[in-house]
């Protein structure tokens, strides 16, 4: 059984900074590309900002330049710096993995519980 759980999340000023984590655990082979999803109140779900194992990235736009996303191969863990934050990155952020369990498995894909982000005064 594969688990991802996420730490970090909380309240912040805006301007400030937050450090997210994930940690993979259980019966895993392999993680090919990890990343970070966001859901804001009335809103869908959308990335924020995937790497893969070989650390290429991707962010979306709203955040380049402010966050930064990088991952421990040897600790199956993902990270999500998170600098001068803005209201609007508030929502539940999810931690998202593609993950191959056996030599013989093509990799499914694998959704944290999600915790809640709020920027506010």
């Known amino acids: 059984q594969v688990q991802l759980v996420e730490s970090g999340g909380g309240l912040v000023q805006p301007g400030g900074s937050l450090r997210l984590s994930c940690a993979g655990s259980?019966?895993?082979?392999?993680?090919?590309?990890m990343g970070w999803y966001r859901q804001a109140p009335g809103k869908q779900r959308d990335m924020v900002a995937t790497?893969?194992?070989?650390?290429?990235?991707d962010y979306a736009d709203s955040v380049k330049g402010r966050f930064t996303i990088s991952r421990d191969n040897a600790k199956n863990m993902v990270y999500l710096q998170m600098n001068s934050l803005k209201p609007e990155d508030t929502a539940v952020y999810y931690c998202?993995?593609?993950?191959?369990?056996?030599?013989?498995?093509?990799?499914?894909?694998?959704w944290g519980k999600g915790m809640l982000v709020t920027v506010s005064t």
């Open positions: 259980g019966s895993i082979f392999n993680i090919l590309t």
């Open positions: 998202n993995a593609r993950i191959v369990t056996s030599r013989f498995d093509g990799g499914g894909i694998y």
């Open positions: 790497i893969t194992r070989d650390g290429d990235t």
